[in-house]
């Protein structure tokens, strides 16, 4: 069992930053992908970014490219989610999820909200 605390969620203006943090525990860490998922009210969960076991490949969805940045720190068992520019449109629930093996998804956190000011 993986327990996922997300933290890091607030308000913000439009253009701001917010830093997104993941404390995982329970199992081993680093034999997890980690991601980074958003929900927006009315809308079905989305995927936002992935981060590799060892940190050393990532990729995002084609609308935070240049403005988010995933990263993990594998000795304190936390992802983070840099988060730039933010838009109105950013505006969700922010989960992470822990994955043994790329197309699933094992464990997810409880969520955090960010919302975006305009």
């Known amino acids: 069992q993986v327990q996922l605390v997300e933290s890091g969620g607030g308000l913000v203006q439009a253009g701001g930053s917010l830093r997104l943090s993941c404390a995982a525990s329970g199992r081993t860490f680093s034999d997890y992908r980690m991601a980074w998922f958003r929900q927006a009210p009315g809308k079905e969960r989305e995927f936002v970014s992935v981060?590799?076991?060892?940190?050393?490949?990532?990729y995002y969805a084609d609308s935070m490219k240049g403005r988010f940045t995933i990263s993990r720190d594998n000795a304190k068992n936390v992802v983070y989610l840099q988060m730039n520019s933010l838009k109105p449109e950013d505006t969700a629930v922010y989960y992470c999820a822990a994955s043994l093996q790329a197309g699933t998804t094992d464990y997810w956190g409880q969520g955090t909200q960010v919302t975006v000011s305009s």
């Open positions: 981060i590799s076991k060892s940190g050393d490949s990532t």
